[in-house]
């Protein structure tokens, strides 16, 4: 996909999932295009809700333990601890 086109993309998996709402694997590929756009925040969200639905599901973004380290809001984390 080129990156002008990542809008359009998003675009038509919002449709996706707003249409077909269970089906994980359009919050899956929605949330790579975020990631692709730098939009991280969007895109965990995504993630998150990809998990909700199919918990097994695996992508390039989730490993068993959960989003890449890239995506993990780190602040938010160690304010938890304390």
Same mark, same amino acid.
């Given at each position: 996909m080129k990156k002008g086109e990542y809008d359009l993309a998003?675009?038509?998996?919002?449709?996706? *999932?707003?249409?077909?709402? &269970?089906?994980?694997?359009?919050?899956?590929s929605r949330a790579e295009t975020y990631e692709k756009k730098n939009a991280y925040d969007r895109a965990v969200r995504d993630y #998150?809700?990809?998990?909700r639905l199919e918990p097994n599901l695996k992508?390039?973004?989730? #490993?068993?333990?959960g989003p890449?380290? *890239?995506l993990v809001n780190w602040q938010a984390?160690?304010?938890?601890? &304390?």
């Open positions: 998003i675009k038509i998996l919002k449709r996706r *999932s707003g249409s077909t709402p &269970n089906y994980a694997k359009a919050f899956i #998150d809700e990809a998990i992508t390039h973004g989730m #490993d068993a333990v890449a380290p *890239s984390a160690l304010e938890d601890c &304390n």
